[in-house]
Nanobody, 126 residues
Framework: QVQLVESGGGLVQAGGSLRLSCAVS????????MGWFRQAPGKEREVVAA????????FYTDSVKGRFAISRDNTKNTVSLQMNSLKPEDNGVYYC???????????????????WGQGTQVTVSS
């Protein structure tokens, strides 16, 4: 049974930082690309960042480039998202997800991610 458990969300003032973590179990973590997504109220879930199975390739949506950093530790089966210089528009529920297919490259399409965590709330106050 594949499980993803996110942690690290919370309330922070604009300009502050948060670090999200996602612990994954039930599959060979090092063989799968991973993604972080977010969903704001009334909006569709969107990709924030993605990372290849080996960690050598990353993707960021334009709005977070230079502020967020995705990383993974294949020895601990975790993927993290360091979020700096947070803005109110970063508000939302953040989800980590496993990209479908062994050794497939990361993708921005949420339909290609087969397993999802329960989400963690990030609230940025202005």
């Amino acid at each position: 049974q594949v499980q993803l458990v996110e942690s690290g969300g919370g309330l922070v003032q604009a300009g502050g930082s948060l670090r999200l973590s996602c612990a994954v179990s039930g599959l060979s973590f090092s063989a799968y690309a991973m993604g972080w997504f977010r969903q704001a109220p009334g909006k569709e879930r969107e990709v924030v960042a993605a990372i290849s199975w080996g960690g050598d390739t990353t993707f960021y949506t334009d709005s977070v480039k230079g502020r967020f950093a995705i990383s993974r530790d294949n020895t601990k089966n975790t993927v993290s998202l360091q979020m700096n210089s947070l803005k109110p528009e970063d508000n939302g529920v953040y989800y980590c997800a496993v990209r479908g297919g062994v050794l497939r490259p990361p993708t921005t399409s949420k339909n290609e991610y087969y397993y999802w965590g329960q989400g963690t709330q990030v609230t940025v106050s202005s």
